[in-house]
């Protein structure tokens, strides 16, 4: 469960955060580090845990519990605040990518770091402008007739030159905006990661929550000096005063 909590925080930190840096609000960073530290914490502390029963160490195995206990129900109540909040969520997120995309727009052909951002989604994910094509217009490199090349259906050096002029600029660019295509693809990620492997982790860790309170409360009756004796090596080795006879040296 630790590594598909681990995975779900890394396919957002690859497929949108870190892709989408520029447009990506501070508070959408700090969550996805958070559920990669909790599933590397829950992956490692089940591990340390598992070996601490095994060596046995009762006190590391308690600890470990207690971590695993605590990271279970920080996971359970965040995920229900954040199922709660999720439409206040999304429109904080498209308010702040919106803003960030009008202003690095504005900055295309200017600054290099905004015009190759652009170019790389609008060719990836087939879309042109924040809102649609005709974004561009307005813009100093639209210069009111104009578009990125990296908008154009058949990219090739001038090929977004005058287009407002165009009869059916769809046959020539793609006409739909940035905005709506990656929040939909944001959309449909998430329902998909959180059906598909959020939700049935978290379902697992509800019953992981009560098989560690039922093993807490065993170990408190069941770890004890005269139960870990059968596992002690000192139980199977022999005693440090037993007595050898010494062998007869004539023949």
């Not at 904080?92 to 905004?114: C, I, N, P, V, W």
Request: glycine share 8%.
């Amino acid at each position: 469960t630790g590594i598909a909590v681990g995975y779900t925080g890394a396919s957002l930190l690859t497929s949108y955060v870190a892709y989408l840096s520029p447009w990506m609000p501070a508070w959408l960073w700090v969550a996805v580090g958070m559920i990669l530290m909790l599933g590397v914490g829950i992956t490692a502390t089940s591990t340390v845990g598992a070996i601490a029963t095994l060596a046995p160490k009762p006190r590391a195995f308690k600890i470990c519990l207690s971590l695993l206990l605590l990271m279970v129900v920080t996971e359970i109540v965040a995920t229900t605040i954040v199922y709660q909040k999720q439409h206040a969520l999304s429109q904080a997120l498209g308010d702040f990518m919106g803003e960030s995309m009008e202003r690095t727009q504005a900055d295309y052909g200017e600054k290099e770091s905004d015009t190759q951002l652009w170019d790389e989604i609008q060719m990836e994910m087939n879309c042109c402008g924040t809102i649609s094509y005709k974004d561009w217009f307005t813009t100093t490199f639209g210069n009111g007739t104009d578009v990125p090349d990296s908008c154009c259906l058949m990219v090739e050096p001038g090929c977004g030159k005058d287009i407002a002029n165009v009869v059916d600029p769809e046959d020539e660019v793609i006409t739909e905006g940035c905005f709506p295509t990656v929040l939909h693809a944001i959309g449909l990620d998430y329902h998909t990661l959180s059906r598909g492997v959020w939700l049935p982790v978290c379902a697992m860790h509800v019953a992981l929550m009560v098989l560690l309170i039922a093993t807490s409360m065993f170990l408190q009756e069941s770890y004890t000096a005269g139960n870990l004796r059968i596992y002690s090596v000192s139980a199977v080795l022999p005693a440090t005063t037993h007595k050898y006879q010494a062998l007869d040296n004539t023949f």
